[in-house]
């Protein structure tokens, strides 16, 4: 089980989000077996979030939530931050904003709670990318949380946050008309990996810079 919780995890941010649901399916099914209730309400927070950044918002709601409430139960904070994150984007897809900046709010304060940072570029990132996507639209507000990924990502040598990071504020760029500094700030990011060309981000910022240099 403790396998099978990492697994999913490592191939959900490769962007391989079916192998990760079928390892997080074989999660939840051995730990009911085994009556392990951390580690089912681990599989089910770990499917709730592929439901999210697939685009099946209500069920990731509902899964994410039940999820949750299952977890904290158990006294766990582990990846508190992560899955708040995904229950954001989640609420986000609906236009339920109150329950997005709650989701948010509670992610940065688990971030300094717990201490867990690994993951708080991210929810800098996610926070700026779903400003963007509010009713009460605003650039300059998502362009401050972009910058706050990077400097967290860069501060802690973290290649891939940064290089999603720089992805989104190169398309804020590109939007502004500011094609030449999108390009700028993310070609060199991209250019420094050598390894790992099949994943989504990896895949996704090829793309986009193909479009900057268009």
Known sequence: MHALCWTPISR????????????AD???ALA????????KATGLLMQGSIFALTGKASDAVQVITSGHSAYRSTGATLFGPLF????AIAHADPDEFDDVWCCISEAMTAVQTTKETWFEAEVNRIAGEITLLSPKSDAAKAQAYFDCALAIA??????????????????????????????????????????GFDTLDLKQAKALLGALRA
């Open 84 to 87: 708040l994150s995904y229950l």
């Open 32 to 39: 009911s077996e085994k009556g392990a209730s951390l580690w």
């Open 12 to 23: 959900l941010f490769c962007g391989n989000y079916a192998v990760s649901n079928l390892q």
């Open 26 to 28: 074989e999660l939840i």
């Open 154 to 195: 860069r501060a802690q040598q973290a290649k891939s946050w940064e290089l999603r990071a720089a992805m989104s504020m190169a398309r804020l760029k590109h939007d502004q008309g500011k094609r030449d500094e999108a390009r700028d700030l993310l070609a060199p990011i991209y250019g420094w990996f050598t390894e």
